[in-house]
T-cell receptor, first 114, second 115 residues
């Protein structure tokens, strides 16, 4: 595997379900990110992990719970979601530095909440 | 507050012609980075090109180049010799404040390349 992978690619869940999104990066990076992309809205940063520590939580509701067990893996645990949470969830990684490095994105998980 | 503005929701271009996608930004930082990403219908965000605020020359990467005008706070993407595979959403982004690579994205421009 190369780059950034995400599973599952598509997920349909009910409002009472609990599910998890998984992201894995094979680039040796030390920072990972979760973004939400809703229709007709700019990409929204949700969480940032740097060196496995959460450094930003962008006022995300508690029904989204991130986990970063090591620098290569990032999870987003979902529970009691709302229909407005339906979106494309993108994971990204980069090498954290004072110099701006590009972020590499995974293919995303298309989430539908019914 | 930092902000990215892309005023063109949609653009179309004839195959083999050049097209310019506009992006303006707002920041009080002296040091910042500007990025362009392509998002095909498959959903993946593909990094295209980067411009640092202190770079004196416009960035180029193959058919992609930037028209970086620092005083105007604009960084327009120029795609030369458009191909059908260039049809996608294009996002301009800026590295935000802070010690890590927090990116702020614009709303995007949908480009359609016609044969």
């Amino acid at each position: 595997e190369t780059g950034v992978t995400q599973t599952p690619r598509h997920l349909v869940m009910g409002m009472t379900n609990k599910k998890s999104l998984k992201c894995e990066q094979h680039l040796g990076h030390n920072a990972m990110y979760w973004y939400k992309q809703s229709a007709k809205k700019p990409l929204e940063l949700m969480f940032v992990y740097s060196l496995e520590e959460r450094v930003e939580n962008n006022s995300v509701p508690s029904r989204f719970s991130p986990e970063c067990p090591n620098s290569s893996h990032l999870f987003l645990h979902l529970h009691t979601l709302q229909p407005e949470d339906s979106a494309l969830y993108l994971c990204a990684s980069s090498q954290e530095s004072l110099i701006a490095y590009e972020q590499y994105f995974g293919p995303g998980t298309r989430l539908t909440v019914t | 507050a930092q902000k990215i503005t892309q005023t063109q929701p949609g653009m179309f271009v004839q195959e083999k012609e050049a097209v310019t996608l506009d992006c303006t930004y707002d920041t009080s930082d002296q040091s910042y980075g500007l990025f362009w990403y392509k998002q095909p219908s498959s959903g993946e965000m593909i990094f295209l090109i980067y411009q640092g605020s202190y770079d004196e020359q416009n960035a180029t990467e193959g058919r992609y180049s930037l028209n970086f005008q620092k005083a105007r706070k604009s960084t327009n993407l120029v795609i030369s010799a458009s191909q059908l595979g260039d049809s996608a959403m294009y996002f301009c982004a800026m590295r935000g404040s802070g010690g890590y690579n927090k990116l702020i994205f614009g709303a995007g421009t949908r480009l359609a390349v016609h044969p």
